[in-house]
């Protein structure tokens, strides 16, 4: 049986910490999630200013990254290029601003960020990745 990194109660806060940070110096009014490997919530913050639907689509956008494995912009490219039947996949998400957290050869969970630009949330939410030190790719 081999050993898997998980997130700790910590790399949450760090990752929070890092992406609110990113997100107030632009004065982005967004909603930050943050989702372990199985797409399980661990962190939700709507910041002031984000609209209540936020706080579902950047759920929606965290799990999709997980459970896809791949960041959210991939389905969205996918649709917008004609794969019309992507819509029909049973991710709930498909819009840019979830990005799986990979170490090593394992996704240990995702962030999800929605309330501005699509590229502006992927943005964030690979600000708040960077607060781990890992290299995310």
Known sequence: MRTKPVLTDEDVR??????????????WNVTIAIVD??????????LDGAGASTAE?????ART???GR?????YEDMIKQGRTAFL?????????GGVPIIV??????AVGVSGVKSEQDAQIAKAGIAALGIENV
């Open 104 to 109: 090593g050869a394992d996704i240990v969970g």
């Open 37 to 46: 490997d199985g797409g399980h919530l661990l962190y939700l913050h709507r």
């Open 57 to 61: 689509m950047a759920t929606g956008k």
């Open 65 to 67: 990254a997980v459970l």
């Open 14 to 27: 760090s990752m929070a910490t890092a992406a609110e940070a990113h997100a107030r110096e632009h004065n």
């Open 70 to 74: 791949r960041e959210t912009k991939v």
């Open 88 to 96: 029909s996949a049973p991710m709930t998400a498909m819009l840019e």
